[in-house]
C-alpha cells in the first residue's frame, strides 16, 4: 500500500489552504463516502500492473486513470481474493462501460488513497470537475487548407501530337490457308541411310550478322522513377577475447611413466568411481526420455483435479525392440525380470520350442543356454551374458543382493548365479543336486520374504539375518520344493577343517567363477518336499505356478522391518551363513502358510505347505482345503495385486480370474470367455484398477474394473506377430512406466504406458476396495441359494429311496434331454437367486 502523502505547511496557512479546511473535515473526522464511489487501496505491485504509480502515472494536477473492465475482471480471476479489486468485483461486473474512473485522493479525503467510480454519471460528473479547462483555439479562415476545385480542360494541341506519334494500319492483312491433301492407309516403308550421301544430305540455313547494312537506334524510349537517396553505414560489435578452440578425432595415447602415475594416484580412481555412475545415469535419461514431447498435449485431468474417471485416450507406444538374432534362433523367450536397482537393465532367457524338440528327438544337440541383460539404448548387443547349464524356465533376482539369481532349469535343477560387473559372460556359480531335484522343468521360482524362514517340517520361524536365504520352486512332477543357500549342518565341520586365513583373500580374474555358493554346488538338496494330493481321488496335482502371500513382521525385533537400512547395513558372504536350529527360533504363528498353486489342467488349489505327521511320526502333505477347475487349459499368470496383498489374478485357457485370501468359496470374479487363448498377464504397478493381458495372436488386452467388467477398455491389435509369452511393468520415475512384452519369437519389446493407464483416478483404491467386497457378498448369496436350492432336491432323492429301497432305479435319458434338463435347472436357480436378491 502507498504510504500517505503528508500535506505541507503552505496549504494549512494560505487562503487555498482556508477554503480546503472550509470544504473538507479533519482527518479525525472522514466524512462517508458516496454511495457512487468506492474507496480501495492499490498496493505497489498492482499500481505497476496497472500503470497507475503515485506521483508518476497520476499526480496532483492529473489524478485521474482511466482503467479497461475487462483488465480488472482479468486480475481478480487470477489472484483472487489477493486481488486488490477483489471487494468491488459485482460493481465491476456489473458497470455497463468498457472503462471505469480511478481517481487519486491526495488528500486522503474518503481514508484511501484512490477511490474507484462505480457509476457512469459519476464519472461524468467527477471527470468534468477534475478536467483542467481547455484554451479556446481560434481558427483562421486563411490558415485553413482547403482542396481546390476541380477547373475544365482546355485544349491547346497536345492531343494532336499523341495522335501523330500514334501507329495506326494503313493495309488490309493478307490471310493465307495452306492444305495438304492425304490419303489414308497408304503403305510406309522407313529405312536407314548415310547422312553423308548426296541423296539425303540435308542443307542448313544458320543465322549470320549482315555486315551490308546496319541498322543505328535514333530514339529509344525509356521510363525514370524518383528513389530517396540511399545512404550506406556500418557498426561493428566488439567481440569477446579470442580462444583458441579445436576438436579431438583421434583419442591420445598416454605414455608409460603418465599410465603408472594415473594407477598410483588415489584422488583420480576415488574422482572416477563417483563420476561414473552420475554419468552412465546421465546418458541413460537422455535416451530414454523425448526431449519433443509436447508437455501441453500431455496434460490431462489429474485425480486431484476431476472426480470423473480418467478414460483411455492413448495406447501403448513402442519405445524399444531388442532382438538377438544369435541366443535367439529358433528359441523363445521365457521368462522376462526388470533388475531391481539399475533402471532400463531388463533380464530375459530363452528357450527351445516344443515343435522342434519333437522334431529333432532323435537328435540332440546340446546348445549353450544364457540369460541374457538386455539395456537401453543398445537394441542389438546384450550387456551382460550368464551362462546356464540348461535352458531356463523361470528365474528371479535376489531381493536382498540383486547380484544373487535363481534359475529353474530344464532338467529339474536350481541353478544359483552370481552376476559380477566388467564381465561379458559369466558362468553360473552352484547347481543342484541330480538326485535331489525336480524330474520335470521347474516352472516357477520365487524368494522367501526377508521376515522370516521356515524349517526342515515347514514351520515359519523368526529371522536371524536381514537377508533372502530361501527359494521356493515348483514343477510339473506334483512337488513344491523349499531350497536354503545357507551352509547344512553336515558341512559345518568339514569346512571349518579346511578354512585357512579367511581375511587373505585370492586374486580373481574377470572371466573366474566366485565361490560365494561352492559350498552348494552338486550337492545342493532341499530343505523339505510339498507334494500335491487330490482331493477326492487318487493321483496328484501338476504345479506350474504358485503365489505366496507376502509377510510383513509387526514386531520391534530390530532385523524382521522390511526394507529398514538396507543400504547401510554390510551383507555377509552366503558361505559364511549356516543354518541354525530349529529350537533356538522363535516360531511365527501369524505367518500364514498356505499358498495358491495353478496346474496344468486349468486348476485353481488352495493348500498348506506345512508337513503333517502320522502316528509312526513320519511327515506328509496334507490334502489341499479347496480346488477348482476355473481355467480350462495351462495357468500360466498367478499374480498378487500391489496394492491388495489378499487379491490374487490368474490366467489360464480363454479366461481369467480374481481370488480373494481367505474366501473358500471360488474365485470372486470370472472374466468373460475371450475368442484367443490368454498366455500372460500381469497388474499395473500405479493402478489398482487396470491390468494387462496378453493373446495367443499378439495382442494386448487392458481392462480396468472400475470402466467395464464384460470386456477390455482397449484391445492392441497384433502387438507382435506371434504368441505373447510374458509381461513385466516397470516404474523407472513419476513419468516414465514402461511395460515389457516377450514373445514366441524371442523378440522382447518395451512400451511407454500412457498418462490414462498410470495416472490414478480419485479414490480408486477405495472403489477397488469396495468392488472386491461387493463381488465377495455376491459370491455368499449365490453359494447360500444354491445350497438352498439343492436341498429339496436332495430330500426328494432320499424319499424315492425310502420308498423302493430294494428296487434298482435306473435311468436311460438321451444326452440331449439330460442337456436341456440340465440348462433348465440353471434357469431356475438364476431366477430364484435374482428373485431373493433383488436384481
Known sequence: MAPKRQKSPSRKTGVKGKVKDNLTPSPMEKPDHPDDIYPIVLTTATQELFECCIDEDVTEQSPYKLLEKDDIIQDIKTRAAVSDFHPVKQFVLDYPEDEILLVFDVDFTYGQSFYLVLTPEAKARIYNVLQPPQPEIIVLEDDVSKTPEPKPWISLGSELEVDQESVKETREKLCYKFDLKRRPGLPVC??????????????????????RFSIKQMQRDCGMQAVPKLQSSTAQTERAVQRNVFTQYEPRELREKEKENILRSEKLKKFVNSVTPRVLHALQQAHIMNVFTDDFKALGIGAEASDQLVMVSEGLKL??????????????????????????????????????????????????????????????????????????????????????????????????????????????CAVSSIESSHKSPVTDVQWLPKTFEVTRTGVPVQKISNMSVQVVTCSPDCSVMFWDLRVPKLQNQFLADRKQDVDQKTMMTPYSIPTTFKHLDRTWKPLFRVSLPKIDTSGEYAPLKFSLEHY??????????????????????????????????????????????????????????????????????????????????????????PFFKDILLTTGGWNFAIWKEGVMGGP??????????????????????????????????????????????????????????????????SKQHYLAVADNLGV???????????????????????????????????????????KPRKEEGESKKQVEPDKPVTFQVDSEEADLKEYSDYLKLEESILEHTGL
Open 668 to 733: 470372486i470374479f470370472v472374466g468373460p470367455s475371450s475368442e484367443q487363448e490368454y498366455s500372460a498377464a500381469c497388474w499395473s504397478l500405479s493402478r489398482s484398477a487396470v491390468f494387462f493381458i496378453g493373446r495367443n495372436d499378439g495382442s494386448i488386452e487392458v481392462w480396468n474394473l472400475l470402466l467395464n467388467t464384460s470386456e477390455p477398455t482397449h484391445v492392441h491389435e497384433h502387438v507382435a506377430s506371434t504368441r505373447i509369452t510374458c509381461i513385466k511393468p516397470c516404474i523407472t520415475a
Open 748 to 790: 522382447l519389446r518395451v512400451f511407454n504406458v500412457p498418462k490414462a493407464l498410470r495416472s490414478p483416478v480419485k479414490n480408486e483404491d477405495l472403489n477397488m476396495q469396495i468392488f472386491f467386497d461387493q463381488e465377495n457378498d455376491r459370491l455368499k448369496d449365490y453359494l447360500e441359494w444354491e445350497e438352498l436350492w439343492a
Open 552 to 641: 510383513t513382521c509387526n514386531s520391534n525385533t530390530g532385523r524382521n522391518t522390511d526394507n529398514e537400512n538396507d543400504g547401510a547395513e554390510v551383507l555377509p558372504e552366503y558361505s559364511q551363513l549356516r543354518i541354525p536350529s530349529a529350537k533356538t527360533l522363535k516360531t511365527l504363528d501369524d505367518v500364514n502358510t498356505k499358498f495358491y498353486v495353478g496346474t496344468e489342467e486349468g486348476e485353481i488349489v488352495y493348500t498348506d505347505w506345512k508337513l503333517e505327521e502320522d502316528e509312526f511320526g513320519r511327515k506328509f502333505s496334507a490334502k489341499p482345503l479347496l480346488c477348482f477347475r476355473t481355467h480350462a487349459w495351462f495357468v500360466n499368470t498367478m499374480q498378487r495385486s
Open 319 to 428: 519405445q524399444w525392440t531388442f532382438t538377438d538374432e544369435k541366443r535367439a534362433m529358433g528359441k523363445k523367450i521365457s521368462s522376462v525380470s526388470w533388475h531391481p536397482t539399475i533402471h532400463g537393465l531388463i533380464a530375459v532367457t530363452f528357450i527351445k520350442k516344443q515343435e522342434e524338440q519333437l522334431d529333432k528327438s532323435t537328435v540332440y544337440i546340446n546348445s549353450p543356454a544364457f540369460i541374457v541383460f538386455y539395456g537401453f539404448p543398445d537394441q542389438s548387443n546384450p550387456r551382460l551374458l550368464l551362462e546356464c547349464p540348461d535352458d531356463i524356465f523361470a528365474f528371479e533376482f535376489c531381493p536382498s543382493n540383486p547380484n544373487v539369481i535363481v534359475g529353474g532349469c530344464r532338467n529339474g535343477k536350481d541353478l544359483g548365479n552370481k552376476k559380477e560387473n566388467k564381465t561379458p559372460v559369466m558362468s553360473y
Open 190 to 211: 522407313f529405312s536407314d541411310r548415310n547422312s553423308t550421301e548426296a541423296e539425303c544430305r540435308s542443307v542448313a540455313c544458320p543465322s549470320y550478322q549482315d555486315s
